[in-house]
């Protein structure tokens, strides 16, 4: 307890102490505190960003490796990465700016069988900086590079015909 | 704590620790009120986002051009019924009452950053090439983003003040779904079909 009546009349000091202690240990877990909603709300988001991804690429990918437009893999990776899953990330303004974002897609088409046998999976690694309370007496502290990653996995879809 | 407080009614030489607790006392209760007002406007910006999710999933699923044939689609309003799940997802908060007048503001762009009045007009009928539609190329019309933004009184449930208005926003990315369209093999390939120069 946060002795404030007694404060003018310590002495030695101890009062003072256990203040500033007890209130740097308060304001380090309202900091962090902060820190894990943020670092679950960018994980909500980096889930949601590999998951349209995803579906984008079930529902379209046998059209680009298969079909007549023939696009590269690196393309396609590109492609997603830059229209569904930045603005996806942006969309959250805990993500800081410039995002360093890698995404990895892995797809294996069997010619033979594609409608049965086609699979792709999609790993999306957002690195980001949680700044850490810094020593007393200091303005700023260090920062811990945190890597989040996310992977999904599905078949490349073929048309349903209709009942 | 009950030995604090014994203390406290025991203590009969001087009101330090009496009037050391009516201090803090006021502190810990706007530091748990507080708690309390944050808990409010985290809980309401996870209602607009789930909305807003669905909202986006929605117009990605069931647009004009819908694949399935037996449902006509061509009357309905999507982008009211968008706006619509948005309001019921924020309605189903029990931090929001019947009465309070919030404003919710949707809107849409497409994959350049563009506004756009309707998302879905995007026309899935396959082009000629080998039956499918050439996704990659048109995806300016093709992926889109719902922004949604609530307005509301910040008022003070306890106390009844009003500390102005708050604005939280939410958004979501996602694409016209034309359905699963590429078709099944019908005879043996005679050629392997390839994955590209990256495959």
Not at chain 1, 58 to 71: E, I, P, S
Request: charge should be positive; proline fraction near 7%; include cysteine.
């Amino acid at each position: 307890m946060v002795a404030v009546v007694n404060w003018l009349k310590d002495k030695k000091g101890s009062i003072t102490v256990q203040s500033l202690l007890v209130i740097s240990i308060l304001v380090v877990i309202l900091y962090m505190s902060f820190e894990i909603w943020k670092a679950i709300s960018i994980s909500q988001s980096v889930a949601a960003a590999t998951h349209q991804a995803a579906k984008y690429i079930a529902l379209n990918g046998l059209a680009w490796w298969t079909g007549g437009y023939r696009y590269p893999k690196e393309q396609v990776r590109d492609h997603v990465q830059k229209l569904i899953i930045e603005p996806e990330l942006r969309s959250n303004r805990f993500i800081p700016e410039p995002l360093n974002l890698n995404v990895d897609l892995d797809a294996r088409v069997n010619p033979e069988d594609y409608c049965e046998d086609s699979r792709f999976t999609i790993t999306v690694r957002l690195t980001y900086q949680v700044s850490l309370p810094p020593p007393f007496g200091q303005a700023a502290g260090p920062s811990w590079s945190r890597r989040l990653t996310y992977t999904a996995s599905d078949m490349l879809r073929c048309y349903a015909p209709n009942p | 704590m009950f030995r604090r407080f014994r203390a406290l009614v025991k203590d009969r030489k001087g009101a330090y620790d009496l009037i050391q607790f009516a201090l803090i006392l006021p502190i810990f209760v706007t530091i748990l009120y507080g708690s309390f007002e944050l808990l409010k406007l985290v809980s309401i910006r996870q209602s607009l986002d789930a909305g807003t999710y669905q909202a986006a999933r929605y117009l990605s699923v069931y647009h004009k051009s819908y694949y399935d044939s037996r449902y006509d689609r061509a009357d309905i309003d999507d982008s009211l019924r968008a706006e619509r799940l948005i309001w019921e997802s924020l309605q189903a908060n029990p931090f929001i009452s019947r009465g309070m007048p919030i404003r919710i503001v949707v809107r849409y762009s497409n994959s350049n950053g563009q506004e756009l009045s309707s998302p879905v007009d995007f026309n899935c009928r396959p082009a000629p090439i080998d039956g499918s539609i050439n996704v990659l190329a048109r995806s300016p019309d093709v992926i889109f983003t719902v922004h949604a933004q609530v307005m509301f009184p910040w008022t003070t449930s306890v106390l009844g003040l009003s500390m102005g208005n708050v604005t939280l926003a939410s958004a979501h990315t996602t694409f016209v779904d034309c359905g699963p369209w590429y078709p099944p093999p019908t005879r043996e390939p005679t050629e392997l079909p390839g994955m590209g120069a990256g495959g």
